[in-house]
Nanobody
Framework: QVQLVESGGGLVQAGGSLRLSCAAS????????MAWFRQTPGKEREFVAA???????YYADSVKGRFTISRDNAKNTVSLQMNSLKPEDTAVYYC????????????????WGQGTQVTVSS
């Protein structure tokens, strides 16, 4: 199993940037695909980005070109660089780990962090 802890959230103005980090501990981090999801009150949790074991990346259309997911297996971390932030990016962001190839559905991820709040003001 993997334990995940997100950090780096905060308040930023539209057009600004934030970098989220997810620190992983436990069993064999490098064997998991990693992903970021986000959730706003009243909405379902939505896929943001994912990265495979080998570093292939996937993005939701809403963030493509603005967000970058990366991983450092040696440090057991995954990051989400968020640029050109928009108010609609406001959400709690969750780090997730799964044993299957990257997918955009929650069911494919077995381990989840507690989330970190990102608020983008207009």
């Amino acid at each position: 199993q993997v334990q995940l802890v997100e950090s780096g959230g905060g308040l930023v103005q539209a057009g600004g940037s934030l970098r989220l980090s997810c620190a992983a501990s436990g069993r064999t981090f490098s064997n998991y695909a990693m992903a970021w999801f986000r959730q706003t009150p009243g909405k379902e949790r939505e896929f943001v980005a994912a990265i495979s074991l080998r570093g292939t990346t996937y993005y939701a259309d809403s963030v493509k070109g603005r967000f970058t997911i990366s991983r450092d297996n040696a440090k057991n971390t995954v990051s989400l660089q968020m640029n050109s932030l928009k108010p609609e990016d406001t959400a709690v962001y969750y780090c997730a780990a799964g044993v299957n190839p990257p997918k955009n559905r929650e069911i494919h991820y077995q381990y989840w962090g507690q989330g970190t709040q990102v608020t983008v003001s207009s």
